[in-house]
Structures are given as C-alpha cells and as structure tokens.
C-alpha cells in the first residue's frame, strides 16, 4: 500500500519533471519532496512547502513556482481540490468520492490494512528488555518491553523481517554476585551462619528462591564442595529467574524470537574472532596489564577497557562480540537496541566499535529508554505492598492489567521520563485514555452485534450515501493508520500510536452522537454498517499494533 503523502509526493516530483522538461521551470537539483498534514484543516488535507525550497535556486517567487507546479501535476483521483496559497503552499483536498471508497477498500483488506511496503524485507533485529538474570522485572523493565514489542509489530507491518531478541547476561561479576548470594541465602534457610557478599542482592526474592530450591533439592549442597555448590546453586537460580521473566513477559503480551546467552559468545568462537578483528585493525593496545579498545580515533573521549588486569573481560568486550554476531555473522541490516537510562553512556562506545569492526554505525540504532515514577494520584509510589521492596512489573500487571500497562508505557516518547498514575489506568471513565480507547471498539461491536440481531444485512450498503462532514471526518481519521504506520518504523517512536487511537476514538465518539447508525432509513443504515465495520477494523488493528485486546464489550 502506498500511503496518500507518499502519492502526493510522487505527484510533485512528477510535476517538476514535466515543467522542467518542458522548459516551463529550471532544471535544479530537488530537494526532498515532503507533503505534511497541516494542523489548521482551512489549509486542506495535506500540504507542501516544496515551491519555497525551490524558490532560490530556481530564482522565482515561491508563489509563481507553486502556480506552475499546479499546472502541471497529473490527475489525481485522491484529490478535488489543489490550492496555492502564500507565500508559496501547494494545498491538497481530499475528493470526498474517493474517502467513502475507502471504506470498501478497508473491508477488503481487513486486518491486513495498514501494512505498507517500505522494508523490501530487510532483516532487522530488536533486542530488548536483556535484563540480568539476577532477579524479577521492575516497572521500567516493562517500558522498554512494551516498547520493543510494539516496534516490532510496526516494523513488521511495514514490510520488514523482525526478528526479536532478549540478550541473556549470563557471564561476568553481576552472575558471580547472584551466584555467591544465593548460596548464602540457602545456607541461613537451613540454619547455618553465612553472610552476604558486599556486592550481592539484598532482596527478599533471594531469599524466597533459596527456599524454593530446598524444597526441590534438599540440603544437597551444603556437602559439595563449595565452588561446585556455588556453580550448580547459581545455574538453578538463574533458570528459575529467567523462568520468572519469561511469565511476566508473557503476562504483558511480549514474546521473543531468540534467547540469546552471553555464554555462547566465548564458547563459539564469536569473542575471540571479534577481538582478532579490531586487533588487526589497529583498535587493541596493551597497557597498565589491561587490554583497551582505542576508541580515541573514531570520536570517543577515552580509550575502553576490554580485558581488566586480572584477564576478565569487561562488559564492554562481551557487547562487542555480540554485535560482531549480529552484523558479521547473522547479518542483520539493521540492528535497534533497546536499553535503559543507566546505559546512556554506553551509547558513543558502542558506536565507535561497530565503526572499528567495518559496519556503517547508521545501521545501529539505540533507543534509550527513560524512567518510570508509579503514582497513586499525586502520591508517588515507592516500595511494594506485598514484599516491602520493589515494585515488580508483575504487581502492576496484575493490579491494572496488561493493555493499560502497554497504552500508559507507550503514552510518552522512550526519551522522556515518565509518570504513570496507577488510579487512572484503574478508572472506567473518559479520563482514563485506556477505557477511552476500549470503550470505542466495544460500542461498535454493540452496534454491529444489534445490526445482526435485527437480520440486517448490509453487504450490499452503497458508501457513497456517506456525505456528512461527520461521516467523511471519520473516514479522513481512518485512512490515516498507513501512515502511522511508516512513521513510527521511520522514526522508531511508537508512542504516535496510542496518540492517533485517541484521535480515532474521539472522531468515533463525535460520529456516533451526530449519526444514527441504524435508523429507518434502510439505505443509509447499510451505508453506515459498512462505515461503523471498517471503524472496528481500523481502531481494533492500531489496538494490536500496541499489543492490546480490542474488547466486544465492557
């Protein structure tokens, strides 16, 4: 599907070649064509500055360019009316013949409308969420789930080959800190005296989890030697926790393609052939009996540490082998990584190693995602009810539900931190967006559900009877969702989706007050069952675009 700014774009470019081959304008370079929606609806539809880029190096008014421009573009059955206004705007008009066409061609295409053919199947990676597997998920572990699974839906709706990614930490100090503590954990559970390590976790989950594992292992441990019992405690710890993580993710809608271990880079290979790689290129010194990325050269401040003095590589020298993976071995055209605010230094590095291994550093990209204050009204929300400690996601799940908690996290750009009123996303009112949004969808499920108890079939409606400012401001609102759809895959921003399903629903809402769908005008009830459906196909595939129910009732 070609979206509407696209064709007009298409349109302009057009016009200029044929003024330009004509000798009716100058031949100069063009500049990007772009066709906005302007934000007064007395400009029209749509809108072009293009005349006033060119108005310099063409050496004319923008005006006189825009006029002739007009002139020339090709037929437009999108378009009724094309007005050029100063100081030098191409205003567009969509045809309202063509709007209430769209209605069948939303039909017809059912959930499939919307999809656009910009990817050419490009394999993209997202990897997202990657959390130690040191203990549960918190409430900003949950943002960047959401967001990472609703890029995903996008990037595949827009014709691109995803494939999603959770990168498991399974080597390093933070595991050999887990490791440590949860031996200590299982000693106390069984009455013997141990202390915690400085550096371990001081959460009631360890405790819980020693206890979990006598229950299914006994004291087994206390008579292995201690290295062994520490090794064979942690694996047991750490897949019960990525058992954890895994069911919370499931309770939010996000599912992975790849579970990816950090092991795997230093047993396959991938660690050593990526450290071969930037030593060869002249990126790997010796010094202070450390190994350092020169990074220096390619625009970092410092150089970075590798491998630390006592042979340990850093976690540092495991991203880069993983990204090594990534672009050299599964060749990944692009590659968006999604992180936390605690990482947003780690962004220029990461840059600069890709550089060093011979990869264009545009095809990574990294979203750092900022974080999340729970509130209760205008009290903030700080430790747990239930433990007394953190917040864990999957209390806010089970306290809201898991379209709120996606609507709400996706409510803001990933840049900007964020608050989220956990007494609003309880609320069924119109002050709650969620409920808003929902509630749209389960009234048209009650108007279609009413049409088919009443046997009224409306197959054969005739849309062109949808003439009502209304009715085409609907339609106008719907026709929109390919276009939401390439910009969120371009600019990698989902939170434009919940934004647009609030303009859906407010549009619906309005409709639904000023028409009546089903009304002894039997023309115009079929007309407007077919209005009323393809609104249910549009709001209910920007609801599963963000990985939420489209609800037949509440």
């Known amino acids: 599907m070609v979206t509407i700014k696209q064709r007009l774009a298409q349109a302009l470019e057009q016009a200029i070649a044929q003024a330009q081959q004509q000798r009716q304008l100058p031949t100069t370079a063009l500049p990007e064509v772009i066709v906005e929606r302007p934000q007064r609806p007395e400009h029209g539809d749509y809108a072009s500055s293009l005349p006033l880029k060119l108005a310099r190096a063409i050496g004319m008014t923008p005006l006189a360019i825009a006029e002739k421009l007009v002139e020339f573009m090709p037929p437009l059955p999108e378009v009724s009316r094309i007005v050029v206004a100063s100081p030098g705007f191409i205003n567009f008009n969509l045809s309202p013949d063509w709007l209430t066409k769209q209605v ?4 017809d295409a059912g959930e499939a409308y919307g999809n656009i053919a910009v990817g050419d ?5 997202i990897e997202f969420v990657s959390v130690n597997p040191t203990g549960p998920l918190h409430v900003g572990h949950g943002r960047g789930a959401v967001l990472g699974s609703t890029l995903a839906n996008v990037i595949s709706a827009a014709g691109y080959a995803v494939e999603r990614e959770y990168y498991i930490n399974d080597a390093g100090s933070q595991l050999d800190a887990f490791n440590r503590t949860l031996y200590a954990r299982y000693q106390q559970c069984l009455g013997i005296d141990a202390e915690v390590p400085s550096d371990g976790y001081l959460g009631e989950y ?14 087994r441990f206390i008579i292995m030697p201690k290295d062994a019992a520490i090794r064979e405690l942690g694996a047991l710890g750490v897949a019960r926790i990525l058992d954890i993580i895994k069911q ?13 271990s950090e092991q795997s880079l230093y047993r396959n290979g991938q660690y050593e052939k990526a450290m071969k790689l930037l030593r060869d290129s002249g990126y790997v010194t010796e010094r202070e009996n450390a190994t350092w ?7 970092e401040s410092k150089d970075n540490v590798l491998v630390r003095s006592d042979g340990m590589p850093t976690y540092f020298a495991s991203d880069v082998a993983y990204h090594y993976n990534k672009f050299l071995e ?13 990482h947003q230094g780690h962004v220029s590095r990461m840059i600069a190693v890709v550089n060093a291994l011979g990869i264009e550093p545009e095809r990574l990209k990294i979203i750092i995602c900022q974080l999340v204050t729970l509130r209760r009204g205008q009290e903030i929300v700080r430790v747990s009810k239930r433990s007394g400690d953190i917040i864990t996601l999957r209390e806010v799940i089970e306290e809201v539900g898991a379209d ?18 956990l007494e609003l996303a309880k609320e069924q009112s119109a002050d709650n967006p969620v409920y808003y949004v929902q509630y749209a969808h389960a009234r048209i499920a009650s108007i279609l559900r009413l049409a088919k108890e009443r046997g009224i079939d409306y197959a054969q409606g005739d849309v062109s009877l949808l003439t009502t400012e209304p009715e085409l401001t609907l339609i106008r609102q719907m026709v929109l969702l390919p276009e939401i759809v390439e910009l969120v895959a371009s600019t990698l921003e989902p939170h434009h989706l919940p934004y647009y399903a609030l303009d859906l629903a407010t549009v619906f809402h309005s409709f639904y007050k000023q028409c009546r769908v089903i009304s002894k005008n039997r023309e115009l009830t079929w ?18 675009l963000m990985g939420m129910t489209a609800p037949e009732s509440m």
């Not at 709120?404 to 009123?421: P, Y």
């Not at 007309?527 to 920007?542: F, G, P, S």
Request: a negative charge; glycine letters at 4%; one cysteine or more.
């Open 104 to 107: 069948t061609v939303i039909l």
């Open 121 to 125: 199947s490009k394999l993209i990676q």
């Open 206 to 219: 360890m405790i819980d989890l020693a206890k979990e594992i006598i229950d299914r292992e006994g004291d």
């Open 248 to 260: 919370d993710l499931e309770l939010l809608g996000v599912e992975f393609d790849v579970w990816f």
């Open 293 to 299: 990325f020169v990074s220096s050269p390619l625009g």
């Open 330 to 342: 599964r060749r990944f055209d692009t590659v968006i990584n999604i992180w936390g605010a605690d």
């Open 404 to 421: 709120a908690c996606r609507f709400f996290f996706l409510s803001r750009s990933a840049d900007a931190q964020m608050d989220f009123d």
């Open 527 to 544: 007309a407007r069952l077919k209005l009323v459906k393809a609104a249910a196909i549009i709001l209910a595939r920007t609801l599963h």
